[in-house]
């Protein structure tokens, strides 16, 4: 089931590499392949058992290099499903999303398919080499689709951002040798990883530690690793600017759950305090600097650092003790999963709100804007429900996440909560103003032949606004899910 | 002692007679003859030396001669990449007069890197990096009216002469130690001996091998040869002469006691390998210059595995397959840039990928490998390589080998954005022929498939890879 949802998408990219099929074609195959893993997904929801005692369900193992402890291992626990599903969703709506293909549909959307497949193969990996060769293929996909489809400055962003991460994912690389190592015999089996916490003890976990967090901290990216990230979010094409901010980021959170989190209880909590401060001022940090953008898709860019440090907030305060205050810190790491779907569902819809902007006006800098609420109705309703979620509404599911994240983070580092809360205000504030210009007060002339969202549009953004608010008014099915994951997760670790 | 353990070595030495005399007897347009002789003699050494992977490993011929997993991987590897070389020969070297006698120096070379690999014996060893000498330099000089190939040819000599005086050198001061060159009775013999005299070996031994390797200091002919010898010598010439004198710096350095320095040596000649050629490959507007400097640096990669071959139970393994997947990835870009008929000035690479699709996306992936990329097999290597130096305590030289990879990635970036982003050229790109795709489709194979099934070279040398 996993690995159909893995292997279909890739299928599907070799098979448009294949066909000569035209534009239309190509993406209504592209978007027929990508029902393949939501269903699969789907089916996988229902097969899976959230009161079981066994973590991680629906495993599948085959050998790969066994001399030296390497296999094709995969399955889910509740963390690793509910990211699935946001992937599964948002690559539907950006492959069904109208996008300006430049008269390449067929790699366009072969690589789109492409990186599906890596994502969801990443997301469910149970080996560590498994989950590093879909790291690393994440950002072969990402480098052409931002550098072939990108705006004028792209092929430098794109160097940038590949070169950056490559960094990253080599000392990650090196981080899980180090892990794998202490093993005996050698193997990079996580679920064995996990049950042995090879490195309790060693005198060189902490660097280790500091090389996987290194790693997945360029990735996710935490201040000051961040660098890469607005040239690649500006220069990519909107549709691939979702899916960076949706889903590639969630990578670098989601490894710090599944391996220095699981694998490494002991030296994490050592150094969970400094994540938690690297945390914080990734949220301050990211959300000044997104006040002080003028460019649209340059200031969401930013609130992606801030959001992915609520979610390394969490991270830290779940790992933060070795003993005690279990349900906050079960708070905290539920709180920090869902904010990854969240995040996914809204700053995938934000991105391809712009991708919207642009393909009609070509421009991202909001002071060219105002007062198109009435001559583009819908696009600002999109528009307004996305900005009210990121910025943590209630009743939304931005609020759902952000709050148990901080009422988890309170009760292991109230000093580090309270400072984060302040970011909650400027994220508040930066989108209220970027409503607030671009689509209130005086509406220059210019625009009044902008066309509102079409059928396709509204499709995509619809499912991903109306899943924020589902899961915000009924988060329940997805928070029961997620707390069997968090809390297996953080009870076998104790 | 049984002829049968020599036997793929016979084989390819007869071959290479036979392909002479082929060569020798029939008329010009019939030269190609002798490369199908050539690739028969290459099939039989791999068949034969594949029928002996099941014999229990042991030091045959007096002692000379181990037959172990190196000695298997190495032979099979080389005559599967000299191969390669002929058929692409076929049509880069056809309108050649001497076109036939080519192939007999391919088998000679390929006899001399296997000799390397297998030897056991200092003195071996000095017959096999000879053969392969003599005959590189007159592959990397086989364009007679070609200043850039006799140029390289040239400087091949040259280097490899002062090279090989000093691996002369290194072996004689080595037998004045140990009185004995015999690997297996070495050992005993070393803690005896003068340490003065040891010095010199130890200091002529690598030096002399890091020319067959293109390692520094001996890696000077590397960019020139990649860049003006017949385009199949290139790519043999970086590749071949590689395996055997690796696995035989291997062999040495497993034999010295650990309390030695040659570790450490091995392990700052690996560093400054890598660092220098990935430094000289960055501003390279030149392919095939490029890949030349590209396999200097990878020469560095290996000898990290070279390094922790004392350290650590994984490094042999991890050096055979990292020689394979090095090897196979080469060798495909390399038979790219053949059979676009040799265009290797980057400019000349723009928009490949909507003229000529399949050969741009070939070279991608060859790219690609030799960076690392899974699940291409340069990532298996890598992988393995580095899993053997952290195992081995060399952490360090792993996390110079980590920004290595980095910076590779930026000049081999520069070759595939060229293919991908650029505007394609008005003219049409034309190719070689069908035999120099047949060598693209084989090696672009080989590195796909050898990334999903590393595990067989990985496995077959796992109980006792290196002799004695």
């Known amino acids: ?494 | 002692m049984r002829i049968g353990h020599v036997l793929p070595q016979i084989v390819l030495l007869v071959g290479a007679a036979t392909t002479l005399v082929v060569a020798l007897v029939l008329p010009r347009r019939r030269q190609s003859w002798s490369g199908a002789v050539a690739l028969a003699a290459l099939a039989g050494t791999a068949g034969a030396q594949l029928s002996l992977v099941a014999t229990s490993d042991q030091l045959t011929f007096d002692l000379l001669w181990a037959l172990d997993a190196s000695t298997h991987v190495a032979s099979i590897l080389v005559c599967a990449i000299t191969a390669v070389a002929v058929l692409l020969a076929r049509e880069w070297m056809v309108t050649d007069p001497r076109f036939g006698e080519y192939h007999a120096l391919l088998l000679l070379g390929a006899l001399g890197a296997i000799v390397m690999a297998g030897a056991a014996d200092a003195n071996e060893l000095v017959v096999g990096v000879t053969l392969s000498s003599v005959t590189g330099y007159t592959l990397a000089a086989y364009h007679r009216r070609s200043a850039l190939s006799v140029e390289a040819g040239m400087g091949y000599f040259l280097i490899g002469g002062l090279s090989n005086i000093v691996l002369l050198v290194g072996v004689v001061l080595l037998f004045a130690a140990a009185g004995t060159t015999l690997y297996a009775d070495l050992p005993g013999s070393l803690a005896a001996a003068d340490p003065w005299l040891l010095a010199g070996a130890a200091v002529g031994l690598p030096v002399g091998l890091a020319f067959k390797v293109g390692a520094v200091p001996g890696h000077g002919w590397v960019p020139d040869v990649a860049q003006g010898a017949p385009l199949p010598s290139a790519a043999f010439l970086t590749v071949v002469p590689k395996v055997g004198g690796v696995l035989a710096l291997a062999r040495l350095v497993d034999l010295v006691p650990a309390s030695s320095r040659a570790t450490t040596a091995v392990a700052v000649l690996a560093a400054l390998s890598m660092t220098l050629g990935n430094l000289a490959a960055l501003r390279q507007e030149d392919v095939r210059r490029l890949l030349g400097w590209s396999s200097v640096s990878q020469a560095g990669y290996a000898l990290m595995g070279v390094a922790a071959v004392q350290g650590s139970d994984q490094a042999v393994p991890a050096l055979l397959l990292f020689l394979v997947v090095y090897a196979v990835a080469n060798t495909a870009a390399f038979a790219v840039v053949g059979l676009l008929r040799g265009r290797t000035r980057l400019e000349d690479f723009a928009g490949l990928v909507s003229v000529r699709p399949w050969p741009a996306w070939a070279l991608t992936i060859a790219l690609l490998s030799l960076v690392g990329i899974p699940p291409l097999a340069g990532f298996a290597g890598k992988f393995a390589l580095f899993t053997a130096t952290i195992d081995a305590d060399l952490a360090w030289l792993a996390a110079l080998a980590v920004v290595n990879t980095v910076v590779s990635l930026f000049y081999y970036l520069r070759v595939i954005a060229a293919c991908h982003l650029r505007e394609p050229p008005a003219e049409t790109v034309a190719l070689l022929g069908r035999w120099s795709t047949a060598a693209v489709a084989l090696a672009v194979a080989g590195t796909v498939v050898l990334g999903l099934a590393g595990g067989v070279v990985l496995g077959t040398a796992q109980a006792r890879p290196l002799l004695p």
């Open chain 1, 1 to 494: 089931m996993l690995t159909t949802a893995v292997l279909a998408p890739l299928a599907g990219a070799l098979a448009l590499v294949g066909l000569r099929v035209g534009e239309r074609a190509a993406r209504w195959l592209a978007v027929a392949v990508s029902l393949v893993p939501l269903a699969a997904f789907l089916a996988a929801w229902a097969a899976f058992d959230s009161r079981s005692a066994e973590q991680f369900q629906l495993v599948t193992a085959v050998e790969w290099l066994p001399t030296v402890g390497v296999g094709y291992r995969v399955g889910v626990d509740g963390v690793a499903l509910a990211v699935v599903g946001v992937t599964t969703v948002l690559f539907t709506a950006v492959i069904a999303f109208p996008a300006d293909t430049r008269g390449r549909a067929r790699p366009w959307y072969a690589w789109l398919l492409f990186l599906e497949g890596v994502c969801l193969g990443l997301f469910v990996a149970l080996d560590l080499i498994v989950f590093y060769v879909f790291f690393d293929l994440s950002l072969v996909g990402m480098y052409f689709l931002i550098s072939r489809w990108g705006h004028a400055g792209a092929e430098a962003a794109a160097l940038k951002f590949f070169l950056y991460t490559l960094l990253g994912s080599l000392a990650l690389l090196i981080g899980m040798i180090g892990l794998a190592l202490a093993m005996d015999p050698i193997t990079f089996d996580m679920r064995e990883l996990i049950a042995a916490q090879p490195l309790a003890g060693a005198g060189h976990a902490v660097l280790v530690l500091v090389a996987l967090l290194l790693g997945l901290g360029i990735k996710t990216p935490v201040v000051p690793f961040h660098t890469w990230l607005p040239a690649a979010h500006v220069e990519a094409p909107a549709p691939a600017s979702a899916l960076l901010a949706g889903v590639l980021l969630k990578m670098g959170a989601f490894g710090m759950i599944r391996i220095p989190l699981a694998m490494m209880r002991e030296t994490f909590a050592a150094v969970a305090p400094v994540l938690g401060v690297v945390a914080v001022v990734s949220i301050l940090y990211g959300a000044f600097v997104a006040l002080g953008q003028g460019d649209i898709k340059r200031r969401i860019a930013y609130t992606s650092v801030t959001h992915m440090g609520y979610t390394v907030l969490g991270i830290a305060a779940a790992g933060g003790l070795l003993a005690g205050a279990e349900e906050a810190r079960a708070l905290a790491l539920t709180g920090a999963t869902i904010e990854m779907v969240a995040h996914g569902l809204i700053t995938g819809a934000l991105f391809l709100i712009t991708g919207s902007l642009w393909e009609r006006t070509a421009d991202y800098a909001m002071d060219a804007y105002g007062g198109l609420a009435d001559r583009v109705p819908r696009l600002t309703a999109a528009t307004v429900v996305a900005a009210f979620a990121s910025l943590g509404l209630p009743g939304l599911v931005g609020f759902v996440a952000e709050f148990q994240i901080f009422v988890g983070a309170f009760a292991v580092y109230p000093v580090l909560a309270a400072v984060g809360l302040l970011g909650v205000l400027v994220t508040a504030a930066l989108f209220l103003q970027l409503l607030q210009r671009v689509f209130l007060g005086e509406r220059s002339g210019y625009w009044d032949g902008l066309r509102d969202l079409d059928a396709a549009e509204q499709g995509s953004l619809g499912v991903l606004l109306a899943l924020t608010v589902v899961l915000g008014v009924a988060p329940a099915p997805l928070l029961d899910v997620v707390d069997a994951g968090s809390t297996l997760l953080l009870g076998a670790a104790g």
